[in-house]
C-alpha cells in the first residue's frame, strides 16, 4: 500500500511545501528582478513623456496619454529594449535567453512601426469617409476609429534608445550599489 500513495503519512509530512522549500523565497523578490524592473520602467518612463509632451505641445492634461497607444516615444519599443539590455546584462549577452529576446524586441518594434501605423492611417480614412456619408446611413453615427495606434519610425527610435538608457542605467545602479 506505500506504493500506492497512502502510506501513513510520515514521508509526506517530513517534506515541506514547494513554496517553502524555495531558498530565499520572498513575494518580494519580484522588485529584484531587474529585467521585469527594467522593462516596466521603461514603459513606465516613455508613457509618462508622452502625457508631459501633450502638455508642452496641446496645453492640455491628456489622462489617456498614461495609457494609449502610439506617439512619441513608443512605449513598446522602450518596454522591449529595456527588457532585452537587462537581460543581456543579467544573462550575458552571448545567451540563447538574450537572443530570444532581442528577436521579440524586433518583431514588436517592426509592428510597432509597420502593421499598427497602417492601420491608425486607414483608421483615418475610415473615419473621413463615415464623416462624409449622409445623415440618414445606418452607419453615419458610428463612433470613430482610433488613429493613433502605431509609431513612426523616428517614434520607434526614440523609444529603443530610452529602453537602452534605462538597460544601462539599471545596470550602472546594480554595479554601484553592489560595492557599497
Not at 552571448?94 to 521579440?104: K, Q, V, Y
Not at 502593421?115 to 475610415?126: D, E, S, T
Amino acid at each position: 500500500m506505500g506504493d500506492g500513495g497512502g502510506g501513513d503519512g510520515a514521508a509526506a509530512s517530513s517534506s515541506p511545501p514547494a513554496a517553502a522549500a524555495a531558498p530565499g523565497f520572498s513575494h518580494l523578490a519580484v522588485f529584484h528582478n531587474f529585467p521585469l524592473v527594467a522593462a516596466l520602467l521603461g514603459f513606465a518612463i516613455a508613457q509618462s513623456i508622452k502625457f508631459f509632451l501633450t502638455r508642452y505641445k496641446e496645453k492640455r492634461w491628456d489622462p489617456k496619454r498614461l495609457i494609449g497607444s502610439g506617439g512619441m516615444p513608443s512605449s513598446h519599443s522602450a518596454t522591449v529594449t529595456a527588457l532585452s539590455v537587462a537581460i543581456g546584462f543579467q544573462e550575458g549577452f552571448g545567451s540563447a535567453l538574450f537572443a530570444t529576446s532581442t528577436i521579440f524586441a524586433s518583431v514588436v518594434m517592426y509592428d510597432a512601426s509597420g502593421v499598427r501605423l497602417h492601420a491608425g492611417k486607414q483608421a483615418a480614412v475610415l473615419n473621413q469617409i463615415v464623416c462624409e456619408l449622409p445623415a440618414e446611413h445606418p452607419l453615419a453615427e458610428t463612433r470613430p476609429l482610433r488613429e493613433l495606434l502605431g509609431h513612426t519610425p523616428t517614434q520607434v527610435v526614440a523609444g529603443a534608445v530610452l529602453g537602452c538608457m534605462i538597460g544601462i542605467a539599471g545596470q550602472i545602479i546594480i554595479a554601484v550599489t553592489s560595492v557599497v
